[in-house]
């Protein structure tokens, strides 16, 4: 891109009005009398100055950032290759809306008629033009357009009208390479995030998945091979004890079967022979035992 | 007990719908998706009319008592209030659900349907029975059709995870069988409304106490157990990834919508109101069970490359939030704030369980359709840039994506809100280490869109095929309930919070 105010001026007007207002420009602006109160705060917090003076660099880095922005986009010539033209009405309308509020909002927010601020606070808002009088907000006026110009000035003097190819480098990369470089890898912000939070939650996402398969899977494999080999001691008791007592038991008695078997010859010489034997042997066995 | 029906027995038609259903369908072989998609249709009707008659001040209603076996306690005692209402409704969402993903059964068509049906049955069974036997019939009954549609439909190792799915619930059942013959051998009773009311009185734990010395505590173990498998709570999870993953998808939708479901009811039902003075003493280890089972499921999804098992690791996470409320709100509350706190975590979780069975089935009916697409492929890799092909699919997938990340105006929003601001009140620290859950959740869902919609397009998904118009129609009623719940929670909390209220009133910690 480049060059688009003469293409699209509307919305370089519009974009205009929104970038001052993102950068503080001062008394037109509503983001200049946020920004104002923002810092109004901060210095006036007992605590550290730090916040304060981090907040002043912010917005110097904030106008600086969007002059560089608009130098690119809609200063300078057109460096495309296909021909720009103005958004329909459906965009422009509300992006001139959207303009207006970002001047006319401030008006709620001025040290004169600070409705805003009484409203969070629950009370009526006092108009008294006087407030703009007071030598602190003077200060406090004078450092926040200093600090907005000197981002704006510092983005024009690096940025402005000049419309350099995609492939030059950058005008800070020029001047400055050892603030370019960690900058243009976003101070490793994103290096850092991944070797660390990145890093721990794919690692402890393994741990879950291998605790879910080795520890708590593996109860369950340990208990499912503790039945097993339960089941195998019962089968062993139950071919060799059980069975085999059975088994023994069958085989005893189906042995004195056998023995049986070869006594009982179906001859009946034998039975009367077997007989006659026990007959005698009774008879001397009463005999016997009937002696006085 | 003397017999007792008011009205229109609605709660045994709506059990008895499916399993003739399920009948016709066996014997009906390229026409049983039609039966099946009828029978679940004309439940869902049955179950909205039960929702919409329920007793106002949120007591168990259309009540069914007859005696059955009045020697060893048993009776054929039925009831519902906001709670099993809800049940049934979701169970009949998604069933029909469920049939209308299984479109392409070549597989004995009619078998497989009717063991959808007979599942649906168990489910409708046991959020409507009262009684321990007649609830325990039908608790292991959903368990028979599931194994066998995960065996004889499932992937390529299913025979492993059907078996190891029945056995470990079997094992989390007999616990629970046992527990209760201890409880019938004190008192006599199996009903959980005269149990509860025992234990309310303090009467229970005297009685058992009596018969068979200081045992309550272990007889709440082992009921816990019975349903700490089921849910599931870590560590008793480990069948749910390999049965989620090995199921055809139609399956998974049921086991994550429906069967999942069974184990927190079973909490509320029977062992809150039955244990509530062990299970308070138990709170501590309890939560941190909970609140690995929401962190350690999200995480353990991280590191899933299977869409489903993706999903079923997210199923854990979400149904933790429902176990964490409810072992949170388990403990003696003193003041008006802290009844308030118990309410929500209990309006939060019965929500819950609503919202993760639509969210939940959704998503894996878009597994499944991704799945018809290409042949089976899940993997979190295989895809890319989908979104350019396969628009529509894309936005209405990124929806219900949404829903199950707790995007506020979607519906599970509204019920891990009320659980967390139940139970930050009530067990700060557990809460606090939660909230990681959400994160993890969020991180693993975008990472899932990211992987599967965004980016490059692989030139041999250039043409994936979007939605077609049949499968827009089917999904739009459920996308819109998400929305309708999402905006308008109060459709369902202002039916459910009587209940609560009811049900707090009477459960002791």
């Known amino acids: ?135 602190a907000w003077l200060m406090l006026l004078a450092t926040s357009s200093l600090v907005v110009f000197l981002g704006l000035g510092l983005g024009w003097w690096f940025y402005g009208n000049k419309s350099p190819q995609p492939e030059e480098p950058d005008a800070l990369e020029i001047s400055a390479p050892w603030l370019w470089a960690p900058l243009h890898d976003r ?34 494999v340990a208990v499912a091979w503790l039945f097993g080999l339960w089941a195998q001691f019962n089968r062993f008791l139950d071919v060799n004890w059980v069975d085999g007592g059975f088994d023994k038991t069958c085989e005893e ?19 009367l022979r077997i007989l006659a034997v026990a007959v005698v042997a009774l008879a001397i066995i009463l005999f016997w035992s009937s002696r006085p | ?10 709660l045994t038609l709506l059990t008895v719908l ?7 369908a066996l014997f009906s072989g390229k026409h049983a998706r039609g039966v099946a998609l009828l029978t679940s249709l004309a439940c869902l009707v049955v179950a909205l009319m039960v929702w ?44 029909l659900m469920s049939v209308d993903a299984a479109h392409r059964v070549h597989h004995m068509p009619g078998l497989f349907y009717g063991l959808v049906l007979i599942l649906e049955a168990g489910l409708f069974g046991s959020f409507t029975a009262l009684n321990f036997f007649h609830w325990f019939l039908f608790w292991e009954l959903s368990l028979i059709p599931a194994f066998f549609l995960i065996k004889l439909w499932g992937g390529p190792r299913r025979g492993s995870a059907a078996t190891q799915f029945f056995i470990y619930t079997m094992a989390g059942s007999v616990a629970l069988l046992l527990s209760f013959l201890a409880i019938f051998l004190a008192t006599g009773s199996m009903d959980f409304v005269q149990l509860a009311a025992m234990a309310a009185s303090g009467a229970l734990s005297q009685m058992v106490t009596a018969h068979l010395g200081a045992v309550m505590p272990w007889l709440a173990i082992g009921v816990l157990a019975g349903f700490a498998v089921k849910v599931p709570l870590v560590p008793f999870h480990t069948w749910l990834p390999a049965a989620y993953a090995e199921a055809p998808s139609p399956v998974t939708m049921l086991l994550t919508g429906g069967m999942s479901k069974m184990g927190v009811y079973g909490l509320l039902r029977i062992a809150l109101p039955i244990f509530g003075v062990q299970i308070a003493a138990m709170r501590t280890p309890l939560l941190v069970l909970a609140v690995l089972t929401v962190v350690m499921g999200a995480w353990a999804a991280a590191a899933q490359k299977d869409l489903k098992r993706v999903f079923a690791y997210s199923s854990v996470n979400h149904l933790g939030y429902c176990l964490l409320g409810i072992f949170a709100l388990a403990v003696p ?61 894309t936005g209405l997938m990124g929806i219900v994506l ?108």
Request: proline fraction near 6%; charge should be neutral; hydrophobic fraction near 55%.
């Open chain 2, 1 to 10: 007990m003397n017999g007792l029906t008011t009205g229109f027995p609605i």
């Open chain 1, 187 to 220: 101070l490793y912000v994103d290096e850092f995030y991944g070797v660390t939070v990145i890093a721990f939650f794919a690692w402890w996402a393994r741990v879950a998945d291998w605790l879910d398969r080795r520890v708590w899977g593996g109860i369950v």
């Open chain 2, 402 to 509: 949404f829903s199950s990340l707790g995007l506020p105006g979607l519906n599970s929003f509204v019920s891990e809100f009320l659980i967390f601001r139940g139970v930050f009140p009530l067990a700060w620290v557990a809460a606090t280490i939660s909230v990681l859950g959400l994160l993890v959740t969020a991180i693993v869902i975008l990472t899932v869109i990211q992987k599967v919609f965004s980016g490059p397009v692989p030139e041999h998904w250039a043409n994936f095929p979007d939605l077609h118009h049949s499968e827009k129609v089917a999904l739009a009623p459920v996308i819109a309930l998400m929305f309708i719940i999402g905006l308008a929670p109060r459709l369902i909390l202002d039916t459910i919070n009587p209940t609560v209220v009811n049900l707090l009133a009477h459960w002791r910690f």
């Open chain 2, 52 to 95: 919409t008659r329920l007793p106002a001040d949120g007591s168990i209603g259309l009540v069914e008592l007859h005696p059955w076996a009045p020697s060893i306690g048993i009776d054929y005692h039925l009831g519902v209030d906001g709670l099993g209402a809800l049940m049934l409704v979701l169970s009949a969402i998604v069933t």
């Open chain 2, 333 to 393: 509350v003193y003041g008006a704030a802290a009844q308030a706190s118990q309410a929500a975590a209990l309006n939060g979780v019965i929500l819950q369980m609503f919202n993760h069975g639509i969210t939940a089935a959704a998503i894996f009916w878009f597994i499944a359709m991704i799945q018809f697409r290409t042949g089976g492929l899940r993997g979190i890799d295989d895809f890319g840039g989908l979104r350019n092909p396969a628009p529509v699919l």
């Open chain 1, 253 to 271: 008695l189906s042995s004195g079967g056998g023995l049986l078997a070869s006594v009982q010859t179906g001859r009946v010489q034998n039975y």
């Open chain 1, 1 to 135: 891109m480049g060059g688009l105010r003469a293409d699209m001026p509307l919305t370089f007007a519009t974009y205009a009005i929104a970038m001052l207002a993102l950068c503080g420009f001062p008394i037109f602006f509503s983001g200049f009398w946020s920004k104002d109160g923002i810092l109004e705060a901060a210095q006036h917090w007992s605590v550290a100055k730090g916040p304060f003076y981090l907040l002043v660099f912010g917005a110097v880095l904030t106008a600086f950032y969007m002059m560089r922005q608009v130098s690119y986009v809609f200063l300078g010539y057109w460096r495309g290759r296909k021909v720009a033209h103005e958004s329909p009405a459906v965009m422009t309308l509300p992006m001139t809306v959207l303009a207006f509020f970002a001047m006319a909002l401030g008006l709620i927010g001025t040290p004169a008629w600070p409705w805003f601020h009484a409203f969070l606070e629950g009370r009526a808002a006092t108009f008294d033009l006087r407030s703009f009088a007071q030598p």
């Open chain 2, 18 to 24: 499916p399993l003739v259903g399920a009948a016709i």
